[in-house]
């Protein structure tokens, strides 16, 4: 059971390059979701998506575009990229039976020269 | 204006001892809160949770503890093991959406504990 995967791990990107995040789960969730996470900060969502087909911005937009392709995959993209948008992004789902928690995957790391 | 807010960005413990860690929030709307754990290079994962209509949620060695009228939680580690070393983040959910996921986080606080 892998619950939540997401590729790449790492990537290094020149500013202007554009760059796709994949994630998927496997466990039959209804929501997803795109944080990411700064140097000593806690985790700020960039997108969401309730259920398929359907998304939502969420605290930090801009500079992102997401596709919910089914209810397995959320994939997030980043069309040019810039060097603010260095971070740790991390995918995450949640729902079924018990919709109070969410399960992330483990995260990838970006960085923007 | 962070409506999460984990004031201690770090704490030291001597393992066998208790672990007490704070979360405060500002917004009146939330009404289910969450604690996550994070080793390196890792994703969170969920630790422990309390609606607001409790006031204490006790999952073996770990407690969470919530004051509504001072708008602050609390969760306590006891004992604490050298395995706990982590950060630890408070995570907030309103009234109005059921989507766990699409919580305000805290900056976390990371947990050293002491052989």
């Known amino acids: 059971n892998a619950g939540v995967t997401q590729t790449p791990k790492f990537q290094v990107l020149k500013t202007g390059q554009s760059m796709t995040l994949q994630c998927a789960q496997d466990m039959n969730h209804n929501s997803m979701y795109w944080y990411r996470q700064d140097p000593g900060m806690g985790l700020r969502l960039i997108y969401y998506s309730a259920s398929e087909g359907t998304t939502d911005k969420g605290e930090v937009p801009n500079g992102y575009n997401v596709s919910r392709l089914n209810k397995r995959e959320f994939s997030l993209r980043l069309e040019s990229a810039a060097p603010s948008q260095t971070s740790v992004y991390f995918c995450a789902s949640s729902g079924g039976r018990r919709n109070t928690e969410a399960f992330f995957g483990q995260g990838t790391r970006l960085t923007v020269v | ?115």
Request: with cysteine; charged share 20%; net charge neutral.
């Open chain 2, 1 to 115: 204006d962070q409506q999460v807010k984990q004031n201690s960005p770090s704490l030291s413990v001597q393992e066998g001892r208790i672990s007490i860690l704070n979360c405060d929030y500002t917004n009146s709307m939330f009404d289910y809160f969450l604690w996550y754990k994070k080793y390196p290079a890792e994703g969170p994962t969920f630790l422990i949770s309390i609606s607001s209509i409790k006031d204490k949620n006790e999952d073996g060695r770990f407690t969470v503890f919530l004051n509504k009228s001072a708008k602050h939680l609390s969760l306590h580690i006891v004992p604490s093991q050298p395995g706990d070393s982590a950060v630890y983040f408070c995570a907030a959910t309103p009234v109005f959406n059921t989507n766990a996921g699409k919580s305000t986080f805290g900056d976390g606080t990371t947990l050293t504990v002491k052989p």
